[in-house]
């Protein structure tokens, strides 16, 4: 039997009282289960008759075990009775316990509920960059640059050209952690080195060595080398040049399916003109839900904050590792502690919440839902989104959550479709839809 005490400051408690019968089918389960572990003189181990046990150890000595095995699904039982939504993790306190039963109490935060002082007519601007001649020129050199032909040199290298080096500093005349490396590939102006440092292989050729004097800049990465003087020894292993093809048809018919330059040309313009499109939308709609965002009044729970707070430094560390990197390496090169760039995305995390929080609060204003059928289509997106079995991504996400999530688009969804024009070079233009909610994570 559970009662719920009532709910003060956004915090819900309550209290669950356990039977003697149902507690002590729970004490028999922990007996089982534990047994084993127990030694009884004159018995087996894992043999000993429960009283006896119970004798030798006292008639609690099961109980704990029991206790954590059954409040798991009594408070999901207390929750769902209550009809409650509380998120962040529950504070469970065992009041009483004997062999009669046992009484726990919960407490936990109930999510709130948004209040929106206006959703529907909000306006915001929108501007569409033109695609310049400048912009297409710009792409077309992109891509004779990444169809460029590359080949050794016998003479100096140019601004521009391809450097294999060896190469290893020093401070003072004593060698620094991480200054040395073989073979690199260096082109010469990218900026990519210390500054100074490729303008001093101007001139050097292959097989020639040399070497280069550079300062490291105050707000370099490596407190360690910050504003000291080193000397690279460098060897130049290979020279190469690279050669852009000429911007004619035939360059056109190599990059692309048109035959002219003209017709490639203008099809570079289309596809920049969807782009910036698509980019002002995006703006637009980021906009519009900022102004959504002055429209709500809504006490948000620090833990929301923090479980957001932990899906984007897992998402981060997820992303670094794409790129070959770890959050304790990034934090290195940024010169970042965990805490200051946890800090640092706090405000946005509070953010996404507030902003899951006023769409959620849209859908209930407007009665809206979200079918069975809906739901299915979703779980059958995610499975073969993410590669996965039907049944594993149920167990995944739970149809809680995701009726939640897809709950909140909707209210997004309504929100642009009912905004009024854009202020600036929307036109007519219908409004597509606006910045996705952020979606609770699950194990």
Known sequence: MSTLQGIENGMAEITVEVEREAFQKAVELSYRKNIRRLNVPGFRRGKAPRKVAETMYGPAVFYEDAVDAAVPDLYAAAVEEHSLDLVGRPEIDVTRIDENGFTFSVKQHVRPEAVLKQYKGLSAPKNVLPVTDADVDDELERLRERNARVREIDGPLCDGDIAFIDFEGFIDGVAFPGGKSSNHRLVIGSGSFIPGFEEQLIGASAGGGLDVTVTFPQDYHAPDLAGKEAVFKVTVNETKRSEKPALDDEFAQDASEFDTLAEFKADIRQRFEKLREKQADEEYENALVEKLLECVECDVPEVMVDDQLENIMYDFRYRLSMQGLDLP??????????????DSHRENAKKQVLCQLAFLAISKAEGLSVSDDEVEAEYKKLAEMYK????????????KTLRRDMLAMKGSDFLTENAAPPTTGGGDKKPKKAKKPPKEKEA
């Open 388 to 399: 996965m079995n039907l049944d594993d991504v149920r167990s995944s996400v739970s149809e």
């Open 329 to 342: 390496r990034y934090l290195r090169y940024t010169g970042q502690s965990a805490s200051e760039f946890q």
